[in-house]
C-alpha cells in the first residue's frame, strides 16, 4: 500500500515538473495550444479503450489461475484489435469531419 502511494506522489510530482517545463520551453500562447490539443485526444481515448483495460485485467487474472495460457493470449490479442480497431474509426471520423 506504501508503494502505491509512493508511486501516485511520484507521478504527480513528474507530471508537475514536465508541465512547469514545458511552459516555460513553449510560451503562454504554445503550452496553452498543447494543452488543448492533450485534452482532446484524451477524451478521444475514452471511447477507444472501451473500459477494456479492467475487462483485461479481470480475464487474465481469471485465466492465469486456471491456467488457460491460450485463452489468456487469445483475450490480449482480441482486446489490442479491438482498440486498434475503434482507434481507426475514431480516426477515420476525426479525418472525414475536420
Not at 479492467?54 to 489468456?72: I, Y
Request: proline fraction near 2%; glycine fraction near 8%; charge should be positive.
Amino acid at each position: 500500500m506504501q508503494e502505491l502511494f509512493l508511486v501516485r506522489v511520484l507521478s504527480v510530482g513528474a507530471t508537475f515538473l514536465c508541465s512547469v517545463l514545458l511552459a516555460r520551453t513553449l510560451g503562454a500562447e504554445h503550452f496553452g495550444i498543447y494543452s488543448y490539443i492533450l485534452a482532446i485526444v484524451s477524451l478521444l481515448a475514452l471511447p477507444a479503450t472501451a473500459g477494456m483495460p479492467t475487462l483485461v485485467l479481470r480475464e487474465t487474472a481469471s485465466t492465469k489461475a486456471l491456467n488457460d495460457w491460450g485463452k489468456m493470449k487469445g483475450i490480449w490479442l482480441w482486446s489490442g484489435f479491438v482498440i486498434m480497431t475503434l482507434s481507426l474509426v475514431i480516426y477515420s471520423f476525426l479525418l472525414w469531419r475536420f
